[in-house]
């Protein structure tokens, strides 16, 4: 997968791909009005628990074997828990979770200005898929907030690709949708 990875970057160097329109965005607001995010209207929106909500984007074509999604959960933690105090637990977590998956990439980055963990996997789901599963996790005003963005490996690195942009700045949709993230109690 690694070189899978190392040959669409340098494809992505040789190759100047189309700027594509932005899609038009709705905004969605949580239940308990702990977060916004922009997302496009063509994604589908499912609330699972009042504490849970999955955008699901539309399948690009016939052939698309998966559709992308972001969920974004939310849940009160004590007042001295911190963001490195959950990391192991999560991380432990989600690799027991995502049977044969490897964690390739793990850093500290800011959403909406907070100091957020990101850690990355990738597996073959058992339909032969290679997916890849971004997790970012910040905690704001007592509050852990959760967000996985799940996308078939392949079908993400043409998306950056195409994006038109430099290599530093390639970003697929749902990244771009992260990104976009409002805490509205910090």
């Known amino acids: 997968m690694k070189l899978l990875f190392i040959f669409f970057c340098l494809l992505g160097m040789l190759v100047k791909g189309s700027a594509q329109s932005k899609p038009e ?5 949580d239940t308990f009005g702990i977060y916004s995010i922009k997302f496009p209207k063509t994604y589908f929106v499912s609330k699972q ?3 849970t909500t999955m955008f ?11 559709q992308e999604r972001i ?3 939310v849940a009160s933690v004590d007042a001295n828990v911190t963001i490195e ?3 192991k637990a999560i991380v432990e977590q989600l690799l027991a979770n995502l049977k044969g998956s490897t964690a390739t ?3 500290t980055t800011k959403l909406d200005g907070i100091p957020t963990k990101k850690q990355i996997f990738s597996w073959t789901s058992s339909d032969g898929v290679m997916l890849t599963a ?3 996790w910040l905690i704001s005003k007592g509050t852990l907030i959760r967000i996985t963005t799940l996308e078939e490996t392949v079908v993400a690195m043409q998306k950056k690709l195409n994006s038109g942009k430099s290599f530093s700045e390639m970003k697929t949709p749902e990244e ?3 990104e976009s993230i409002v805490v509205l109690k910090k």
């Not at 965005?25 to 607001?29: A, D, E, V």
């Not at 699901?56 to 998966?66: G, L, R, S, T, W």
Request: proline share 6%; hydrophobic share 35%.
């Open 176 to 178: 771009e949708i992260v």
């Open 25 to 29: 965005l709705s905004s969605f607001t």
């Open 49 to 51: 628990r009042p504490q």
């Open 134 to 136: 971004a997790h970012y």
């Open 71 to 73: 969920v974004i959960e």
């Open 85 to 87: 105090s959950i990391e």
């Open 56 to 66: 699901v984007a539309p399948k690009d074509n016939d052939q698309d074997k998966f």
């Open 105 to 107: 990439l793990k850093y």
